[in-house]
């Protein structure tokens, strides 16, 4: 039976790996992702060119450790790369009705795959290069977060989980990127990243979060999101870390 089918969605084999990511060069932009971390938990990005000017990425993090989530990080990729490609190949396509199904497919190939509930939290995106627009999901994941001219806006969940239930979806809202403006995802080990020495009993957050990427000068996509993981770090101190942490930007250039 077809993955793609749209009421159900066979497994995929239990073998599927991750494959790593090379972020597409992109007209006027620049995309990159930084992680830190032994791999325990489920943090998982990836990101493809799916037509002529548009780019599709996400953030995803899947509930459980590595050892466990392995082959379901495998199916969120297949799924989200050859399903991606299908939807968003198109002139003339509806972003937000491609997102949607998109978002869907992944969620049932989840279900399907996972033995035991896995939810998964996630942040998919596509990018058109001509336009500069973002249509975007956030099906429960911490809040994007969009800096342009007019300060900071928040790109909060519009939905459940990936992984849950089989007839979820999230709604798909469509937003202007305009020259200068930067995209900043971080996971969930990076909000939660616990304080030391006078900030015990704090966690990073994302305010901390925010006031970093309002502060950050204007550079390269990786250089910003190396330096909210430096700042969690060393809000960390030398105690050891008890979750991956992402972080992942869209910096627009032109």
Do not use: W
């Amino acid at each position: 039976m077809s993955l793609f089918h749209p009421h159900s969605v066979d497994p995929v084999p239990a073998t599927t790996e991750p494959v790593a990511t090379v972020f597409p060069a992109i007209e006027g932009a620049e995309i990159a992702a930084v992680f830190v971390g032994q791999r325990v938990a489920g943090d998982f990005y990836d990101s493809l060119r799916v037509g002529p000017q548009r780019v599709l990425f996400g953030l995803l993090d899947v509930a459980g450790r590595g050892e466990e989530n392995r082959s379901i990080l495998g199916t969120a990729q297949q799924i989200f790369r050859s399903g991606g490609v299908e939807l968003f190949a198109g002139d003339d396509i509806n972003e937000s009705d491609a997102m949607t199904e998109l978002s869907l497919r992944i969620n049932r190939a989840l279900i399907a795959t996972s033995k035991t509930v896995h939810p998964c939290p996630a942040f998919i995106a596509c990018y058109h290069e001509k336009f500069g627009t973002l249509c975007y999901t956030n099906a429960a994941h911490t809040s994007g977060l969009l800096r342009d001219s007019t300060g900071i806006t928040e790109l909060a969940s519009t939905g459940l989980p990936l992984g849950l239930f089989s007839h979820a979806t999230s709604d798909a809202p469509t937003i202007g990127l305009p020259k200068g403006s930067a995209l900043l995802l971080v996971s969930r080990g990076v909000i939660s990243c616990p304080g030391r020495h006078e900030k015990s009993g704090e966690e990073f957050g994302l305010e901390r979060v925010k006031q970093l990427l309002l502060a950050a000068p204007v550079s390269g996509a990786a250089e910003l999101c190396a330096s909210v993981l430096h700042a969690a770090d060393a809000f960390g101190g030398e105690g050891p870390r008890c979750d991956d942490r992402t972080a992942l930007a869209l910096v627009r250039t032109a």
